[in-house]
């Protein structure tokens, strides 16, 4: 079947604008997450969802950063009054259940540069 | 002190040769463990769990010691496809925290 599914592949933005990013989860996948994946770094946590609700956003950096999952299956991740920092890959993951031991799949990433 | 520790690399191995990586970990209460593998420009995919009691795959193995709070992964009979970054991840599942934990990722470079 389908795997997550993330667009754009590629977004280049000025500093100081705003973005969102799209991450269509597997079909059924009730929690999501999103991780930040510097140059030469793992995978950074950022907020997991568990169907609508973010039961855990304690990896987002700033308020500039928000996410949303209103039906609970695509979430948008939402940067605002975007930085030179920020660039980074920016991957979503879902997996059938949150809980430890559930494998989580990965989508391809969206590539940011912020300008 | 990072929450999970790897050796960076490059480790450059010739084919066939047997390959270790070692991992280290700083939460005490971390539940459960992987080896993701992340080929350039791609994303991370899943090459094993590890388990206490130590498991194999094919020629993977992992191995877990939670005494020394640290993970091992054993390549075998090593091949040109091996060649990725290899991930250590640690799942630290306090108050329901869902969270995977990565290492920065050892690079393997496996020459013909």
């Known amino acids: 079947g389908a795997g997550v599914s993330q667009t754009p592949s590629n977004k280049v933005t000025e500093k100081g604008k705003y973005v969102e990013l799209r991450c269509d989860p597997i079909s059924g996948h009730t929690a999501l997450y999103w991780y930040r994946q510097s140059l030469g770094q793992g995978p950074e946590f950022l907020i997991y969802?568990?169907?609508?609700?973010?039961?855990?956003d304690s990896g987002l950096p700033n308020d500039r950063f928000f996410a949303v999952r209103p039906e609970g299956s695509v979430s948008t991740l939402k940067i605002q009054r975007t930085e030179r920092g920020d660039s980074a890959v920016y991957l979503c993951?879902?997996?059938?259940?949150?809980?430890?031991?559930?494998?989580?799949?990965f989508g391809p990433g969206t590539r940011l540069t912020v300008t | 002190r990072k929450e999970v520790e790897q050796d960076p690399g490059p480790f450059n191995v010739p084919e066939g040769a047997t390959v270790a990586f070692n991992c280290t970990y700083s939460?005490?209460?971390?539940?459960?463990f992987f080896w993701y593998r992340q080929d350039c420009r791609k994303e991370p995919k899943l090459l094993m769990s590890v388990y206490s009691s130590g498991n194999e795959d094919g020629r993977f193995t992992a191995q877990l010691n939670r005494a020394s709070q640290y993970i091992s992964l054993l390549i075998r009979d090593s091949k040109l496809s091996d060649s990725a970054t290899y991930l250590c991840v640690v799942n630290i599942d306090n108050f329901g925290n869902e969270k995977l934990t990565f290492g920065t990722g050892t690079r393997l470079t496996i020459i013909p």
């Open positions: 969802f568990q169907g609508t609700g973010a039961a855990d």
């Open positions: 939460n005490s209460a971390s539940q459960s």
């Open positions: 993951a879902s997996s059938s259940r949150g809980g430890a031991g559930y494998e989580q799949y």
